[in-house]
């Protein structure tokens, strides 16, 4: 129940708060589905962009509201916004924005070398946003909504 719960219950809910049980089986059931879309791509021969095939895609794109979703959810357990997910994703798109001309010149110089820096923060970023999803939620209510397990947090001690 918690793996299909962010599809057929809170498909675009972007309020509240999703237990770890939740997110994390949800991720794994994802996470299967995406293999075994890949895996008739490749039977079937659709691929489409690069090891994606048209299969793969629709998966990808009809997981994509409840992925972010859940994420935000998850990190409203732990009494953090939603907006924390943008963190990896900033330094990521800031390395592009400066390193594209450069590549798109073929000239080497400081732009590259500022990019990859950025590109090293925002992985940093995700090992931190990846602790955050990690973590216990809050005992109890926070600011987000009311313990998601009920009660007075003691189960969410013992997840």
């Known amino acids: 129940d918690w ?3 962010p599809v057929t219950e809170k498909y675009a809910d972007f309020s509240g708060r999703a237990p770890r049980a939740e997110y994390w089986w949800y991720i794994l059931g994802a996470i299967i589905v995406s293999v075994i879309a890949r895996i008739i791509d490749s ?16 998966v990808m ?12 959810r998850r ?4 009494n953090r916004s939603g907006w924390w997910i943008l963190l990896p994703i900033v330094p990521y798109a800031l390395a592009i924005v400066l390193a594209g001309p450069a590549i798109m010149t073929g000239s080497v110089g400081a732009g590259i070398g500022i990019a990859a820096l950025l590109m090293f923060v925002g992985f940093i970023c995700g090992i931190v946003v990846l602790v955050f999803m990690c973590l216990a939620g809050t005992p109890g209510d926070n600011r987000y909504g009311p313990n998601p397990y009920g009660g007075d947090g ?3 001690a013992a997840e």
Do not use: E, F, W
Request: proline content about 5%.
């Open 3 to 5: 793996a299909k719960r």
């Open 75 to 78: 990190l409203h357990d732990t």
């Open 43 to 58: 039977i079937v021969g659709l691929n489409v962009v690069g090891p994606y095939g048209l299969l793969s895609l629709i």
């Open 61 to 72: 794109l009809g997981l994509l509201v409840p992925n972010i979703a859940a994420s935000v």
């Open 154 to 156: 003691v189960a969410v």
